[in-house]
């Protein structure tokens, strides 16, 4: 059994075929307003349980938000999404 298993290797290598990200070059050009827009402002996520909800919360809380309200009908998804 494989107990190291690396997801975004496997994602690059398989999956998406790129090193980086898609949008890796948008997000560098644009790194100041990203940050004079969200750091120290509350965010709410409808839907954070979810595939997408989670990962914007990931990629969000790479800013200094001010705080982060998630919301979700899916009780032990945020439960999980807590845990993660």
Known sequence: MQTNFNLDNFISTYVTKREECLLAADFLKYSTELNKRINGKSVLVIGGAGTIGSSYIKAILKFNIKKLVVVDINE??????VRD
């Open 76 to 81: 032990n998804g945020l439960t999980e999404l």
